[in-house]
């Protein structure tokens, strides 16, 4: 309940924790059954008190997702968002800006590619969650650059991290493992010189 809480005090998505932590309520068996249910809804209370403190400051609780609307993102069908993603990742490669285009493309899947192949290996409330949050993520694109951002939306996404490990375990893990390094170490030179990753 307290890691849920911080969790969702510190990035909204967090309240998505909440069907995943009610799902493995539910499925831990019926002895404290309604006890678990209650400590999975704690993470609620973050938004509610963030809402509450945006109310004594402003007068809106929602200020901040009115807020989201000058940074011109529209709720979205995710297909819509991973179709335009792929079109510019895949023409990127030979225009001077779509370098970003492409390590969007490349970047995300990354984490979600690992995902689609290995989910029947993660536990139920885990892929619950992991779904409800890329849901989220490829819903509200920037229509101009659909997948700007998702990389680092997705980078807390844990169970996508899991799947990485299966994917990548035994003799190839030492050649991805210098794959991820090198493309870290040149997607931070690219961020700290205004590079829009």
């Known amino acids: 309940a307290v890691a849920g809480f911080a969790a969702a005090t510190i990035r909204s998505v967090g309240v998505l924790l909440v069907p995943a932590l009610l799902l ?13 249910i209650a400590l999975a809804l704690v993470p609620l209370l973050a938004p509610l008190a963030y809402g509450a403190s945006w109310f004594v400051r402003t007068g809106d609780p929602l200020q901040p997702f009115h807020a989201q609307a000058d940074w011109d993102r529209t709720l979205t069908a995710f297909p819509a968002t991973l179709g ?10 030979g225009d001077p800006r779509g370098v970003y285009w492409t390590a969007d493309l490349v970047v995300t899947a990354m984490a979600l590619v690992p995902l689609a192949i290995w989910w029947r290996k993660i536990p139920r409330p885990a892929l619950l969650y992991a ?6 993520i490829l819903s509200y694109p920037l229509p101009a650059r659909p997948l700007l951002s ?7 996404i844990f169970p996508c991290f899991w799947a990485m ?4 375990r035994g003799k190839v893990f030492g050649t991805v493992l210098v794959i991820f390094l090198s493309g870290y170490v040149a997607l931070s030179i690219a961020f700290v010189n205004w590079g829009f990753i």
């Open 165 to 168: 490990a299966l994917a990548f």
């Open 131 to 136: 779904g409800l949050s890329i849901l989220a």
């Open 84 to 93: 335009p993603g792929l079109w510019l990742g895949i023409t990127g490669i």
């Open 24 to 36: 493995d309520a539910w499925r831990s068996g019926p002895d404290g059954r309604g006890r678990r």
């Open 150 to 156: 998702d990389p680092r939306l997705l980078v807390v």
